[in-house]
């Protein structure tokens, strides 16, 4: 049974830190290039970072460069995102996202964390 959790949103100030955890299981995570995405009220979900399977290539959207890091751990199965200097706009559910390296339909989402940056 393919799982992907999510942890670590929560309510911020702008300025802010957090770190996002996904918990992988049920495949083979180091085939799978890993991502973060985000779906504000009103908005497409939008893709933030994304890392290949060996942690070699990170790619992120323009918003969050310079803020927010991406990495994974093979041998525990997980990928964070760190996000620092948070800002107002940055609010959202953030989803984890596997998909097969090259096969891009087979692809499994977890079901998100709220992410709230506020004053």
């Known amino acids: 049974q393919v799982q992907l959790v999510e942890s670590g949103g929560g309510l911020v100030q702008p300025g802010g830190s957090l770190r996002l955890s996904c918990a992988a299981s049920?495949?083979?995570?180091?085939?799978?290039?890993m991502s973060w995405y985000r779906q504000a009220p009103g908005k497409e979900r939008e893709l933030v970072a994304s890392?290949?399977?060996?942690?070699?290539?990170?790619n992120y959207a323009d918003s969050v460069k310079g803020r927010f890091t991406i990495s994974r751990d093979n041998a525990k199965n997980m990928v964070w995102l760190q996000m620092n200097s948070l800002k107002v706009e940055d609010t959202a559910v953030y989803f984890c996202?596997?998909?097969?390296?090259?096969?891009?339909?087979?692809?499994?989402w977890g079901q998100g964390t709220q992410v709230t940056v506020s004053s």
């Open positions: 996202k596997a998909t097969r390296t090259g096969q891009p339909l087979l692809a499994y």
């Open positions: 049920g495949f083979p995570f180091s085939y799978y290039t």
């Open positions: 890392i290949n399977w060996s942690g070699g290539n990170t």
